[in-house]
């Protein structure tokens, strides 16, 4: 299996702040890469799909970038709805596995 | 805009069979890959597997000798079966659309318990 490895775990941010989530693939995956966003309660939703692009209707804070075994997901300027947590994604092989998650909180 | 609702019981006990059903609406269960995903109680997601044209399943390896997916084409719903669960079974499971190599859509969610 692929593992995929997101750091940081957990980080505390205020409102404005620039974010930045990292995920790590334990061999190439291209940019085969999604990016969901997870509020509790409910089920992860799309954000970044194919590494970089930016599904419908997320808004254009959210961007992603990375190839091979290294991604990132930033969020240029948090909003009070972005606190929740984020997961990555590889769908180059399966079985489909996911990053332990990454929880923003302020 | 496509819409998916998991139904089952709520709790399970050890060593019998889950049983879950995905009844889908605003897309044909014909096409795209139908997904399994739980999230433990300690909220790390695991994929379950998929099916897919008019039958074909992949599972994940951890699962795969006590898992089989299904379609209902008559009334445009996958289900899920889990045998010989255990308290390590206790999740929420999500079933979900995936298209091009993407989880487009995802069900609420439905929490399932393992317990005597």
């Known amino acids: 299996d692929i593992q995929m490895t997101q750091s940081p775990s957990s980080l505390s941010a205020s409102a404005g702040d620039r974010v930045t989530i990292t995920c790590r693939a334990s061999?190439?995956?291209?940019?085969?890469l999604n990016w969901y966003q997870q509020t509790p309660g409910k089920a992860p939703r799309l954000l970044i799909h194919?590494?970089?692009s930016l599904h419908s209707g997320v808004p254009s804070r959210f961007s992603g970038r990375g190839s091979g075994t290294d991604f990132m997901l930033t969020i240029s300027t948090l909003q009070p709805e972005d606190f929740a947590t984020y997961y990555c994604?590889?769908?180059?092989?399966?079985?489909?596995?996911f990053g332990q998650g990454t929880k923003v909180d302020i | 805009q496509v819409h998916l609702q998991e139904s089952g019981p709520g709790l399970v006990t050890p060593s019998e069979t889950l049983s879950l059903t995905c009844a889908v609406s605003?897309?044909?269960?014909?096409?795209?890959?139908w997904s399994w995903i739980r999230q433990s109680p300690g909220g790390g997601l695991e994929w379950i597997g998929y099916i897919y044209s008019l039958g074909s399943t992949t599972y994940n390896p951890s699962l795969e000798s006590r898992v089989t997916l299904s379609l209902d084409t008559s009334k445009n719903q996958c289900s899920l079966r889990l045998t010989s669960v255990t308290a390590a079974d206790t999740a929420v499971y999500y079933c979900?659309?995936?298209?091009?190599?993407?989880?487009?859509?995802w069900g609420q969610g439905t929490l399932v318990t393992v317990s005597s």
């Open positions: 061999e190439t995956i291209s940019t085969y």
């Open positions: 605003g897309a044909s269960i014909n096409s795209y890959y």
């Open positions: 194919d590494a970089s």
């Open positions: 994604q590889q769908s180059y092989k399966t079985p489909r596995t």
């Open positions: 979900a659309r995936e298209s091009r190599f993407r989880l487009l859509d």
